[in-house]
Structure formats: C-alpha cells, structure tokens
C-alpha cells in the first residue's frame, strides 16, 4: 500500500461543475502539498497545508490530520483547469524534507 | 515560471551511454532536489542538497546515478551505462530555508528516453 493515495484517479467533468479530489496518508507529516501538473511536465505548487483550509480564487484545500486526510476542491470547474492533481506528503521529524507523492489525479473539464 | 531551469528539456540516448542534466534553481534554494517520475506514477525522490551537500540518497538510486552540487548553486545529474529503465522524467526542485519546510519550486523536468 503506498503511503500516500489519491481518489479517484480520472475525473470527468462538465465546465461549471463542483469537483472535489481526495488523498489519503498513512505517515506523520510536517505539512501536505498540493500540486498541478499540465502536460509537458511542468509541475506547480497550489497549496501547501499543516491543518485547517486555504482557499486561492477557486481552489480550496482542505486537511483533517486526525483523519490523515486532505481535499482539494475547484469551484466553478473550467477546462483551463484539466491537468493531473498531485497530493504529496512532507514527513516529521528527522524526515521533513523530501516529498512523498501520490499518482495523481487526472481531472478533464469539458466545455 | 518558477525561475528553476533545467537542461536539456529532452534527451534521446542509446543504452549504454552516459548522460548529464543541470538544474538552475534561483540563488535563495539552499534546497536542491531530484526526483523522477515515470508515465502515469507520480514522481519519485531520488536524492536531495542542502547547500553543497548531499544530505540524502534514495535506494532508487543506483551506483550507475551520481549528483553534485559544487558551488551549493546549480546542481547535475549524471547517469552512468543508461539502461531503458532509465527512461522517465527528471525533475528539480528548489526550497528557500527559512524555518520549517516549506514550498519546492519544480523546473519542467528534462525526459529521458534510453533507446
């Protein structure tokens, strides 16, 4: 089982619609990355969380560390917004450095 | 643009040769990393800087794989006798160290294909 695993992992949509991208982790971590990569490879930081919720124009991002959970919402999806989400984990401790990733999530926003 | 540059963006080689990349991150990344990603799997930690030193290595990484940091500014990675399983992307990633950890900037990764 990998420590980190994201659901689903594509993800069609109608542009307007409401999505919601899940990861779950089995590790202590010191903070959890949210990530957007566009094809062609270029991978771009959306969030990073230790707890609570952080919203930027339509993408919020939410953690429950009891749960060793996260969610990234878009609202008001468009289909600029199609690329892979990628959640990915910072350990604690003497780990806190390097970061653990999740496969990605494929989202497609049709017009 | 994330302002971490990485050369070249592509790279076609036949197995057996060996094969170099360069990563630029910006002058404020005390942190280098590398990690590689294959198609459909998200990327992998290879191995990581801080400054001049290379403070980690993963298992993935084998004898064949070597990286530095001379200078604690741009970073290479070398692939040694490359293999086709070798083929994927490479990707850089700088972090400023100010406190805790905090957020990687990723270059656009160089893709390896080993013929």
């Known amino acids: 089982k990998n420590e980190v695993e994201q659901s689903p992992q594509n993800l069609t949509a109608q542009e307007g619609e409401f999505i919601t991208i899940n990861c779950s982790y089995s590790v202590g971590i010191s903070a959890l990355h949210w990530l957007q990569q566009h094809p062609g490879g270029g991978i771009v930081s959306l969030f990073m969380l230790s707890s609570g919720k952080k919203k930027h124009g339509r993408l919020i991002a939410t953690i429950n560390i009891q749960e060793k959970h996260s969610s990234l919402h878009i609202t008001a999806s468009h289909p600029r917004d199609s690329a892979v989400y990628i959640c990915?984990?910072?350990?604690?401790?003497?780990?806190?450095?390097?970061?653990?990733f999740g496969k990605g999530t494929l989202l497609t926003v049709n017009p | 643009d994330t302002g971490v540059s990485q050369n070249p963006r592509h790279k076609i080689t036949k197995r057996g040769q060996n094969v170099t990349f360069r990563c630029d991150p910006i002058s404020e990344h005390n942190r280098l990393y590398w990690y590689r990603q294959t198609l459909g799997q998200g990327p992998e930690f290879l191995t990581y800087f801080q400054n001049e030193a290379q403070l980690e290595k993963s298992r993935l990484l084998s004898d064949r794989f070597s990286a530095e940091r001379p200078k604690g500014s741009f970073s290479t990675l070398e692939i040694q006798r490359t293999e086709q399983g070798d083929s994927a992307m490479y990707l850089c990633a700088g972090e400023g160290v100010s406190g805790g950890p905090g957020e990687q900037f990723f270059g656009p990764g160089t893709r390896l294909t080993v013929l």
């Open positions: 990915a984990v910072r350990g604690s401790g003497g780990s806190n450095y390097k970061l653990t």
